[in-house]
T-cell receptor, first 115, second 110 residues
């Protein structure tokens, strides 16, 4: 199946700093990427839909100024958590959907810990 | 609105069969997915149903009834490695977005 990578896999940052997470589709062009957040023992919550070359669409309750998404190419989307706080500590997962595929391929996730 | 329900936890014995149910109420429907997720890892794709009926893939099968807003994932010949969370997700009409259910944590005992 298609491969999606995320970097970094783990990051620890201090409160008030910003963190950038990269999501790459390695062997296909992803017109659409999705960003999810998952708290311990909970399911995936969709944060935003990222479309190449256009602004991301955020789900209700997700602050677009806090979670900046950039989808500059067909293989890369980035999520920047700005002014991170301990409550932003979570598992962030991206997925990619190519135009030829009916399913989404998930990245391995990024564990963010804000101290 | 969107609502997808699954049991929170289930337990089963190695070698047995277990059925994980999922009911959904969504604005439009364009496919239902089942994913497996081990703790601390990303979900992995198990199955996809868009038409009514049963899809079989090895030890795993998935069933869909669109009129009832209902699906189940059937796991046969359970193995210890099947202990994981199983996520039901629905794709709404006209979008690639997936809405996930709460997930079912399955524990397989020897």
């Amino acid at each position: 199946g298609a491969v999606v990578s995320q970097h970094p896999s783990r990051v620890i940052c201090k409160s008030g700093t910003s963190v950038k997470i990269e999501c790459r589709s390695l062997d296909f062009q992803a017109t659409t990427m999705f960003w999810y957040r998952q708290f311990p023992k909970q399911s995936l919550m969709l944060m935003a839909t990222s479309n190449e070359g256009s602004k991301a669409t955020y789900e209700q309750g997700v602050e677009k100024d806090k979670f900046l998404i950039n989808h500059a190419s067909l293989t890369l989307s980035t999520l920047t958590v700005t002014s991170a706080h301990p409550e932003d500590s979570s598992f962030y997962i991206c997925s990619a959907a190519g135009s030829a595929y009916y399913e989404q391929y998930f990245g391995p996730g990024t564990r963010l810990t804000v101290t | 609105g969107q609502n997808i329900d699954q049991p929170t936890e289930m337990t089963a014995t190695e070698g047995a069969i277990v059925q994980i149910n999922c009911t959904y109420q969504t604005s439009g429907f364009n496919g239902l997915f089942w994913y497996q997720q081990h703790a601390g890892e990303a979900p992995t794709f198990l199955s996809y149903n868009v038409l009514d009926g049963l899809e079989e893939k090895g030890r795993f099968s998935s069933f869909l009834s669109r009129s009832k807003g209902y699906s189940y994932l059937l796991l046969k010949e359970l193995q210890m490695k099947d202990s994981a969370s199983y996520l039901c997700a629905v794709r709404a009409q006209g979008t690639d977005k997936l809405i996930f259910g709460t997930g079912t944590r399955l524990q397989v005992f020897p």
